[in-house]
């Protein structure tokens, strides 16, 4: 951390007033140029090196606290026995007030009407708080830029320090606070030197002690984040952050992104340099795009500074990732370990995906001294997917770029096994309904020549269950109660099994249900599990069928409170075990799943159908044609003379 005048101390009474203000003095003399000079008075402090106002001493600060009728707050007393004032409190309040201008500020901006305007029956204290500082805070700002400094009475610590407030008309927000007044100094104090960094183009840059020092700890931070010690990293780079030291959002935002934080993460200082923008231009073009609803402009605002041909990329880049063609592909060990892992993710296996990431991830190499860890996957549709808080963590905890330290311990498995999770409730607590089928013994690839006809036998590039869904129902105009065919993602269920998901199940009509399941098993095995909802009655049913060689091995179907069965169902999953005498066959759905998985060893993986992106294809009705004399409902949706994009 920044030298001990400047680092933080519990005890207020106890700060060096004097090594901080003088430090701060010669800093803010030494970065003027001599334009920047507003007055004789500044002129007089720069030449002096001194920012404030000979000390007050204790007749000074009684007799200011006999005329407000209160004492100070410790470490306001403890600033005005080393200085009776201060100029240049950060870059908007020009005089800090001393033992003579400090005074009530009494509702003197009329902002306590306003934020009394807000208050109703229902507002909470901080509300009535705001309030009350325009009318009881103690102002400090005695020269300013619309600024208001209030120290206040009403929000007092244990130490009896006063919280500072402070509101500029151009913010236009609530009051900033600050714990006491030696925080609101050390809050300007970075303010300062965070201006100062972000001088105009042409300007020399700003160099002092305090700037090297930090400088040094962004270099010392980096390395830490590269042996795995992201933690301390990020705490060294958000300090040198609020200084506005050149680096440190950059390399911290890449630690945030990695965590699962996107909003105002923008890679500062970074991503507009040609060196980094392969890696860092994607996941924020990504950001950009699943928010963008109010048209493209804000990712040029994001990449100011930036020179043509790499907002030119960016907008390339943007649209691949809109139309799901955007590929991660960096080079060497590292670049053939992610093709691996697309391959798993592509099939479901994202745990595997992860692993393999994971397993490769000390082979990469940084594209130079900014580059902390890997995040081009981020925008990959594929792999994208695999990110979560804690497998972040364990990312940037793994050293890396030939740095050395101690590997993490794997993170939990996201997907449970098995396929039992398929019977808990959906988020608000409802039954979900499904179906699915399970294939031995070939590719994921080839379950829609088994599934679907015409056009239909051929997969979708991967995309998420809402974005399948929307596209297929894209510009669709007639609805048939009796075609019902299923939207199915498809992946890898185990050695040996592929399967296809329909997480969106219509209600099942015993009456009218074609099982796919003989279709499906030319050649082989089949399975097939529905379960949800009963059409017109709304009650629980499970259905599974087995079939080998294009017939059907043995079924039963649970309804209406009864079982029907047929063919020699195996003892483990002999539906007498399950549904006995229940009136409710929804409680045995999970011990039947488990037992599904356990006879034939498969399983479905829950964050790839859930979150991840997913071949899809559409498959063939699973209800019969009607019969003769069977009456049945179209619906037919005229769009007019145009077909909606969604």
């Keep these: 951390m920044v030298g001990g005048s400047i680092g933080s101390m519990t005890d207020t009474t106890r700060f060096d007033w004097r090594s901080f203000l003088l430090r701060w003095s010669g800093e803010w003399a030494d970065s003027l140029t001599d334009d920047e000079v507003r007055n004789e008075d500044d002129e007089g402090a720069r030449q002096a090196r001194w920012l404030g106002f000979p000390p007050a001493s204790e007749e000074l600060i009684s007799a200011m606290e006999e005329r407000l009728g209160r004492r100070m707050p410790p470490s306001y007393r403890e600033f005005l026995k080393v200085s009776d004032g201060w100029r240049h409190a950060g870059g908007f309040v020009w005089l800090l007030a001393g033992t003579r201008d400090a005074h009530w500020h009494d509702n003197e901006s009329g902002l306590a009407d306003m934020a009394e305007e807000y208050l109703d029956e229902d507002a ?12 009881e805070g103690l102002q400090l700002d005695a020269e300013s830029d619309a600024t208001y400094v209030l120290l206040d009475p009403g929000d007092v610590d244990e130490d009896g320090e006063w919280a500072v407030y402070t509101w500029a008309s151009w913010r236009a927000e609530s009051p900033e606070r600050h714990a006491n007044f030696l925080e609101f100094m050390r809050d300007m104090y970075r303010e300062f030197h965070s201006l100062r960094a972000h001088r105009g183009d042409g300007e020399p840059p700003f160099v002092s002690d305090t700037t090297r020092e930090l400088d040094a700890q962004v270099e010392r931070a980096r390395l830490e984040a590269l042996r795995g010690g992201w933690e301390r990293a990020l705490r060294e780079l958000d300090e040198a952050k609020e200084y506005g030291r050149p680096r440190a959002a950059g390399l911290g935002d890449q630690i945030r992104r990695l965590l699962g934080e996107s909003h105002a993460v923008y890679f500062d200082g970074v991503v507009t340099d040609p060196t980094y923008a392969p890696e860092l231009l994607p996941p924020l073009v990504a950001e950009h795009a699943a928010h963008s609803y109010r048209g493209d402009s804000g990712l040029r605002f994001q990449l100011r500074g930036a020179d043509e041909e790499l907002v030119s990329l960016a907008y390339a880049t943007l649209d691949q990732v809109r139309d799901g063609t955007y590929r991660y592909e960096p080079a060497g060990p590292f670049g053939e370990a992610v093709e691996r892992a697309r391959e798993l993710a592509r099939w479901g296996d994202t745990d595997g995906a992860w692993r393999t990431l994971m397993g490769a991830l000390p082979l990469w190499e940084p594209l130079g001294p900014d580059h902390l860890a890997p995040l081009g996957w981020l925008a990959d549709p594929l792999l994208g997917p695999l990110l979560t808080p804690e497998r972040g963590a364990e990312l940037l905890s793994t050293p890396r770029a030939g740095q050395a330290g101690e590997a993490p311990g794997p993170v939990s498995r996201l997907d449970p096994g098995g396929l039992a999770w398929l019977a808990e409730p959906d988020p608000g607590g409802n039954r979900t309904a499904y179906r699915f089928v399970l294939v031995e013994g070939v590719g994921p690839e080839e379950l829609p020549g088994r599934l679907a006809d015409g056009d239909g036998a051929a997969l979708d590039e991967p995309m998420t269950a809402w974005e399948a869904r929307r596209r297929w129902l894209r510009g669709k105009r007639e609805f048939s109660s009796f075609e019902d065919r299923a939207l199915m993602a498809v992946g890898r269920a185990g050695p040996g099994w592929s399967f296809a998901f329909d997480g969106d199940a219509s209600l099942f009509d015993r009456r009218r ?32 069928s087995v079939a080998r060689d294009g017939a059907e091995q043995y079924a039963f179907t649970y309804a209406d409170g009864e079982v029907r069965s047929s063919g020699e169902i195996p003892r483990a999953l002999d539906p007498g075990r399950f549904f006995g005498d229940v009136e409710d066959g929804a409680g045995v759905e999970r011990p039947l799943l488990e037992a599904v998985a356990a006879e034939f060893g498969v399983h479905l993986p829950r964050h790839a159908i859930v979150n991840g992106r997913l071949h899809t294809f559409a498959t063939r009705s699973w209800r019969r044609p009607p019969a003769e004399g069977e009456t049945y409902t ?11 994009a969604d």
Excluded: K, M, N, Q
């Design 124 to 135: 909470g204290p901080g509300g009535r708080r705001e309030a009350d500082l325009w009318r």
């Design 513 to 544: 249900f074609v099982c796919p399941a003989a279709s499906a098993s030319a050649g082989t095995r089949a399975v097939v599990v529905w379960s949800g909802l009963r059409a017109c009655h709304r009650e629980p049913f499970f259905h599974l």
């Design 634 to 644: 179209v619906i037919r949706i005229d769009y007019g003379d145009s077909t909606p």
